[in-house]
């Protein structure tokens, strides 16, 4: 079983950077697609990116232009580079594989099977 650890949350102005990590263990990491999520309070979890195995992308509408997810599949590592944050970029953000070779981007978090234990980022205004 792959086990997936977030780090990089943080607060952080508005307009500023952040880059979250999700490092996972386990050889086929490297072919399974991987997303981002995120839940502010009060909220439904809300997809922000996902990757798939050979590096192709799909965005939430709320993020797109700013954000860019991407992998290092050498580290076992999945990035989330985030740009212009906002405050209502607020939220508790969660990575999650799709543990299956190859498999394909997802919107849907019913669609993955693991899920790391969330890093805060707090934006303020």
């Known amino acids: 079983q792959v086990q997936l650890v977030e780090s990089g949350g943080g607060l952080v102005q508005a307009g500023g950077p952040l880059r979250l990590s999700c490092a996972a263990s386990?050889?086929?990491?490297?072919?399974?697609?991987v997303g981002w999520f995120r839940q502010a309070p009060g909220k439904e979890r809300e997809f922000v990116a996902s990757?798939?195995?050979?590096?192709?992308?799909i965005y939430g509408d709320s993020v797109k232009g700013r954000f860019t997810i991407s992998r290092d599949n050498a580290k076992n590592t999945v990035y989330l580079q985030m740009n212009s944050l906002k405050p209502e970029d607020t939220a508790v953000y969660y990575c999650?594989?799709?543990?299956?070779?190859?498999?394909?981007?997802?919107?849907?978090?019913?669609?993955?099977?693991?899920w790391g234990q969330g890093t805060q980022v707090t934006v303020s205004s």
């Open positions: 999650a594989a799709r543990m299956s070779p190859y498999s394909s981007t997802s919107r849907v978090p019913g669609t993955y099977d693991g």
């Open positions: 386990g050889r086929t990491f490297s072919t399974y697609a």
């Open positions: 990757i798939n195995w050979s590096s192709g992308t």
